[in-house]
């Protein structure tokens, strides 16, 4: 199986700031790599596909890079709404997620 | 707009089977390239593939395999799963998804499964 290793477990930042979350996976996964954002009660919801592909109705602040075994996920200027727990998911083989990072306002 | 529905039992025993089932509308499993998904979710804890199908092959989660079967309805609009040997450790909320565009594109909103004796 391919392990997926989130970091940071928790984040804490501030309305407007930069953040970003990684993702590293323990061999290539060829770009085949989505973000999920599950808000507390709620499903888990696709933010961004194949690495760096924006599902529809998702806003234009989220975005994501990488390659090889490191991906980020990006929020350009953090929201309210942002508060959520963010997992990695890998396609390139058996699907497997990673453990999530929560991230809080500080 | 794609929308997904779990039901299911709530409660069961230990060693039974977990009948699931899936119902969706805005979309067809008949169209090709057109699949749908089962993910799990313990209370506070991650996520968890289970099994997929697409057009008429289906695919399993290598360590459960064994204990999974996914099949449709394709009338009807629903995807089935059926758990079996079930145990207080597979209590969890079970996820459907669409998996259109991109994998597990749109989700249902969960159903909670508890086994207890």
């Known amino acids: 199986d391919i392990q997926m290793t989130q970091s940071p477990s928790v984040l804490s930042a501030s309305v407007g700031d930069r953040v970003t979350l990684n993702c590293k996976a323990s061999q290539n996964i060829n770009k085949y790599l989505n973000w999920y954002q599950q808000k507390l009660g709620e499903a888990p919801k696709l933010l961004i596909y194949n690495t760096n592909n924006l599902q529809t109705g998702i806003p234009s602040r989220f975005s994501g890079s990488g390659s090889g075994t490191d991906y980020t996920l990006t929020i350009s200027s953090l929201q309210p709404e942002d508060v959520a727990t963010y997992f990695c998911f890998q396609h390139n083989s058996w699907p497997t997620f990673g453990a999530g990072t929560k991230l809080e306002l500080k | 707009q794609v929308t997904l529905k779990e039901s299911g039992p709530g409660m069961l025993q230990p060693s039974q089977t977990l009948s699931l089932t899936c119902t969706f509308s805005?979309?067809?499993?008949?169209?090709?390239?057109?699949?749908l998904s089962w993910l799990r979710q313990p209370s506070g804890k991650g996520l968890e593939w289970l099994a997929s199908i697409w057009n008429n092959d289906n695919y399993y989660n290598p360590s459960l395999r064994s204990r999974l079967t996914i099949s449709k309805e394709t009338s009807k609009n629903q995807v089935l799963l059926k758990f079996t040997s079930m145990e207080p450790a597979d209590t969890a909320t079970y996820y459907c998804?669409?998996?259109?565009?991109?994998?597990?594109?749109?989700w249902g909103q969960g159903t909670l499964v508890t086994v207890s004796s």
């Open positions: 998804a669409w998996d259109y565009p991109a994998s597990f594109a749109y």
């Open positions: 805005g979309t067809s499993l008949s169209t090709s390239n057109m699949g």
